[in-house]
């Protein structure tokens, strides 16, 4: 189908600190055309009361109709669609009404501290892996779910929502789980894109209280008469299932013209690896701490997940409220002038994963590794940095070894696409080419779902990334420098993760 015109396409995009409702033109006309813009963006506050940390799910919502109203008077008519994706595992639970029973959790919360050793009594780490292929993290919905068994809210609970699914469950009433979110719940089977049943049935887990499965470009309803009402849109308004992770939708939208390619989607979290047709599920694999999600098409998401840039975000709060902040792009041209790898941390250290006092941490860090101490916030942010593209590069080379893909170029997607100190320091630690952008990787990937469900564009993964391409200028960054300093850097973290 070719369009005379372009579509408009509203991608709800959620992240752990902001929310954005981008709009996305879209046409299938000649070669095609398609543009994103922004149109409304709001904060992600968390919420600790009585000892928990929370989402602000009301606040959110809220967020989005403001974006949807502010969509159809800013394009002069209804979206052709609406798609959402937020992040991962975190869910919010309904009665039988349909009432949400709560604010969700916050997946950083200590709920879970300790589960995963309670859950390994019943199901080893390995048995685990093999059924589901998910990488270990403390904050996984299957220990959420068993952290919470015993809990009044739990056991009122009829229905329970994926983040995504529940603001399209208000804004069309009609409940499904979307494939890519689900697989982060270390309940599905990587191989049959289905519930790992033996897994839930060990474990306790109420598969009864999912809705059904749902994938990318499936319908997942119309906006509801009220949200028309609330927005100004008149209807009817289509609801599409896109990749309803993050990561999904960014990686859909990474603008590579072949298979040999890694990907770093950046932002809060780094998530690197490659992009596989079929999972790897090896003993070696689990104890690398990869993990395999499931994709747009059929693909599979073959990573690691990094602590990412979350490391400098609690720096820039830490340093803000001890007065000695100052503007970020200052702070990265200061870090530039700093000499490299004279401080470094293993990013993936579980020490940095709750809020709070980062650069304390980090100094600590750097003591147990053994090297230099960074003092003040230009050397602890290249400390950062560099440590940030010393983690891009093992899972880089961690997880072409381990699924016998070689890759030639390394993409860099999401919000650190802007930061040109990490993309030149990533091409220098993993030794080969960085392409940075599109920064707004997930917001273009969800619309780029939705317009191909429409029928705005045709074609795979492969015809959706050309026409990408076409509407990008994307930073090209050849690796430099000294490729032993980073070797020995290297040796160094590994020395001190045997250690740990």
């Not at 009585?50 to 394009?75: E, F, K, M, N, P």
């Not at 949400?100 to 309670?118: F, K, M």
Request: aromatic share 6%; proline share 6%; charged share 20%.
């Amino acid at each position: 189908m070719s369009l005379t015109e372009p579509l408009p396409f509203a991608a709800v995009d959620l992240g752990a600190s902001s929310g954005r409702v981008m709009v996305g033109h879209v046409s299938g006309r000649g070669s095609g055309t398609l543009r994103l813009e922004e149109i409304h963006r709001f904060p992600n506050r968390p919420v600790r009361a009585a000892g928990t940390l929370h989402w602000d799910i009301l606040s959110l919502y809220a967020g989005v109709l403001d974006g949807l109203r502010a969509a159809g008077a800013a394009t002069g008519r209804a979206p052709a669609g609406v798609g959402i994706d937020t992040w991962a595992v975190d869910f919010g639970l309904l009665d039988a009404d349909g009432s949400l029973l709560g604010n969700p959790v916050h997946y950083r919360d200590v709920r879970t501290d300790g589960e995963a050793a309670r859950v390994s009594a019943v199901v080893p780490p390995e048995d685990l892996y093999a059924a589901t292929g998910l990488q270990y993290l403390p904050f996984n919905t299957l220990y959420q779910l068993t952290a919470a068994r015993e809990s009044a809210t739990l056991a009122a609970a009829r229905r329970l929502l994926l983040i995504p699914d529940l603001i399209a469950y208000w804004l069309t009433g009609e409940a499904g789980t979307e494939i890519t979110n689900a697989s982060t719940t270390q309940l599905i089977d990587p191989r049959t894109r289905d519930w790992a049943r033996p897994v839930a049935n060990a474990l306790g887990v109420d598969l009864t209280l999912f809705a059904p499965l749902r994938g990318p470009g499936d319908p997942a309803g119309l906006l509801l008469p009220d949200v028309l009402a609330e927005t100004g849109l008149t209807g009817p308004v289509p609801v599409t299932a896109v990749g309803s992770h993050d990561t999904a939708s960014a990686v859909a939208a990474v603008p590579a013209s072949g298979e040999r390619f890694a990907y770093v989607a950046t932002g809060t979290w780094s998530l690197a690896g490659l992009e596989l047709d079929a999972p790897v599920l090896t003993e070696e694999s689990r104890l690398a701490n990869f993990t395999n999600e499931l994709g747009v098409d059929g693909t599979v998401r073959y990573l690691r997940n990094i602590m990412g840039l979350w490391l400098l975000q609690e720096c820039l709060r830490a340093w803000e409220a001890d007065g000695t902040g100052r503007p970020l792009d200052r702070l990265l041209r200061e870090a530039a002038d700093v000499p490299g790898l004279r401080a470094v941390v293993d990013a993936d250290d579980p020490a940095f994963i709750a809020p709070g006092d980062m650069p304390r941490r980090i100094a600590d860090a750097c003591r147990r590794v053994g090297g230099r101490v960074p003092r003040g916030p230009a050397e602890i942010t290249r400390c950062v940095l560099d440590s940030l593209a010393l983690a891009h590069r093992r899972a880089v080379e961690d997880a072409q070894r381990l699924s016998g893909r070689t890759v030639d170029t390394v993409h860099v997607v999401g919000g650190g696409a802007h930061n040109e100190l990490l993309c030149r320091l990533t091409a220098d630690a993993c030794g080969l080419p960085v392409v940075a952008g599109p920064a707004e990787a997930a917001a273009f990937g969800n619309v780029l779902v939705q317009a191909r469900a429409a029928g705005a564009v045709r074609g795979d993964l492969t015809d959706l990334r050309a026409l990408l391409r076409g509407a990008l200028e994307p930073r090209r960054y050849e690796p430099s420098g000294d490729r032993k300093a980073w070797d020995r850097a290297a040796e160094l973290l590994a020395g001190e993760r045997a250690a740990r």
